[in-house]
């Protein structure tokens, strides 16, 4: 006896809920193939990628494994200094990379000219090999939260498409990252994206020395409430300096527990993820793809700060930046 091949291509008629799947499973369209139709698809992933030895490495860059030590909170005038440097070098190459975004285009060859881009301003793309990472950017596309590994599925039509960029530069690291559209983009998909970026801000407008870091994600909060869209609790804006990451952590949702003082000197980022719908994620089997549990859409943006005497500084801002929303191209 020989059955027919299950199909693996959805044809153009979907079948109801309730009828048998197109796949020739013999089970339920809605307990089958249902479930993963609109969703992104892993493509394939390209071996980790090299750095040359004349780039200055972080600790981990060997070995995959992040050995965290105690690093000041409060920067001293060189290392911000630095700071401000790795910064503005993350930014200009999450602009460009930005540029690149358009349908048919993978996110691995957007990878890779990132990757280029920070070699050829003498830093280290910060996530290659941080716990294994394979690559030189996050690339999260439509229901992906965060930590996508950039691979062979081309960028369709519609999507939206978060770059993450951390490059370090001068022994410091900086962080951005932001969404962009992929051509023809859904009206509810382009408010999603347009109300985290300001939500980002508001968060940064909330930074101010003697306040608790509470005030930040209260702002954030605040701003998205109107939309009933959510804010992500499983991953967390971090400190920031010589580690990629530390003990800072920067919540992007009100809780009076957020209740350590904001100091000038001080180095974290603000990252908010905001969902269409649930905050529950799961993970792909590649261990690092964070996804909404519904499947519904997502929209990030991130800027590495700093607390000054009276405010803020936004170290991957500036005229420049990927940021429509902020205040100097407001
Ligand atoms: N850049 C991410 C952040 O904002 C971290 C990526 S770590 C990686 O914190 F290993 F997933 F790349
Ligand atoms: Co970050
Ligand atoms: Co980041």
Same mark, same amino acid.
């Given at each position: 006896?020989?059955?027919?091949?299950?199909?693996?291509?959805? %044809?153009?008629?979907?079948?109801?809920? $309730?009828?048998?799947?197109w796949c020739g499973s013999g089970r339920k369209y809605k307990r089958c193939h249902k479930k993963s139709e609109?969703?992104?698809?892993?493509?394939?992933?390209?071996?980790?990628?090299?750095? %040359?030895?004349?780039?200055?490495?972080?600790?981990?860059?060997?070995?995959?494994?992040?050995?965290?030590?105690?690093?000041?909170?409060?920067?001293?005038? /060189?290392?911000i200094a630095k700071m401000r440097a790795s910064g503005a070098l993350a930014a200009e190459v999450l602009a460009?990379?930005?540029?690149?975004?358009?349908?048919?285009?993978?996110?691995?060859?957007?990878?890779?000219?990132?990757?280029?881009?920070?070699? =050829?301003? $003498?830093?280290?793309?910060?996530?290659?090999?941080?716990?294994?990472?394979?690559?030189? #950017?996050?690339?999260?596309?439509?229901?992906?939260?965060?930590?996508?590994?950039?691979?062979?599925?081309?960028?369709?039509?519609?999507?939206?498409?978060?770059?993450?960029?951390?490059?370090?530069?001068?022994?410091?690291?900086?962080?951005?990252?932001? !969404?962009?559209?992929?051509?023809?983009?859904?009206? /509810? #998909?382009?408010?999603?994206?347009?109300?985290?970026?300001?939500?980002t801000w508001k968060g940064i407008e909330a930074v101010k020395p003697g306040r608790p870091l509470s005030d930040?994600?209260?702002?954030? /909060?605040?701003?998205?409430?109107?939309?009933?869209?959510?804010?992500?609790?499983?991953?967390?804006?971090?400190?920031?300096?010589?580690?990629?990451?530390?003990?800072?952590?920067?919540?992007?949702?009100?809780?009076?527990?957020? #209740?350590?003082?904001?100091?000038?000197?001080?180095?974290?980022?603000?990252?908010?993820?905001?969902?269409?719908?649930?905050?529950?994620?799961?993970?792909?089997?590649?261990?690092?793809?964070?996804?909404?549990?519904?499947?519904?859409? !997502?929209?990030?943006? =991130?800027?590495?700060?700093?607390?000054?005497?009276?405010?803020?500084?936004?170290? !991957?801002?500036?005229?420049?930046?990927?940021?429509?929303?902020?205040?100097?191209?407001?």
């Amino acid at each position: 006896m020989t059955s027919l091949p299950a199909s693996s291509v959805a %044809p153009a008629a979907l079948p109801k809920a $309730n009828d048998p799947c197109w796949c020739g499973s013999g089970r339920k369209y809605k307990r089958c193939h249902k479930k993963s139709e609109g969703r992104v698809l892993p493509g394939e992933v390209t071996p980790m990628r090299s750095v %040359p030895p004349q780039i200055n490495r972080p600790p981990y860059a060997d070995t995959g494994e992040f050995v965290p030590y105690d690093e000041p909170r409060i920067k001293s005038p /060189e290392t911000i200094a630095k700071m401000r440097a790795s910064g503005a070098l993350a930014a200009e190459v999450l602009a460009k990379a930005g540029e690149l975004v358009a349908p048919g285009v993978t996110t691995e060859s957007i990878d890779l000219q990132i990757h280029e881009w920070f070699i =050829e301003r $003498n830093a280290y793309p910060s996530t290659i090999n941080y716990h294994g990472y394979p690559k030189a #950017s996050c690339t999260s596309v439509n229901e992906v939260i965060c930590h996508g590994i950039p691979d062979s599925r081309p960028l369709q039509d519609g999507d939206i498409c978060n770059i993450d960029v951390t490059g370090y530069h001068q022994g410091v690291h900086g962080d951005t990252n932001a !969404t962009f559209f992929v051509g023809d983009v859904d009206p /509810e #998909s382009q408010q999603l994206v347009r109300v985290t970026e300001e939500a980002t801000w508001k968060g940064i407008e909330a930074v101010k020395p003697g306040r608790p870091l509470s005030d930040i994600g209260r702002a954030i /909060e605040d701003h998205v409430k109107p939309y009933r869209y959510g804010v992500v609790r499983a991953f967390v804006g971090h400190g920031i300096g010589e580690q990629f990451h530390t003990d800072i952590q920067v919540l992007h949702y009100y809780d009076s527990r957020a #209740s350590t003082i904001m100091r000038p000197g001080m180095t974290f980022t603000i990252e908010p993820m905001i969902t269409l719908g649930t905050v529950n994620y799961k993970l792909w089997n590649d261990d690092w793809t964070a996804v909404t549990a519904d499947g519904k859409r !997502t929209a990030q943006f =991130e800027h590495t700060v700093l607390v000054t005497d009276d405010g803020v500084d936004v170290l !991957t801002g500036g005229p420049g930046a990927a940021s429509p929303t902020a205040p100097w191209n407001r």
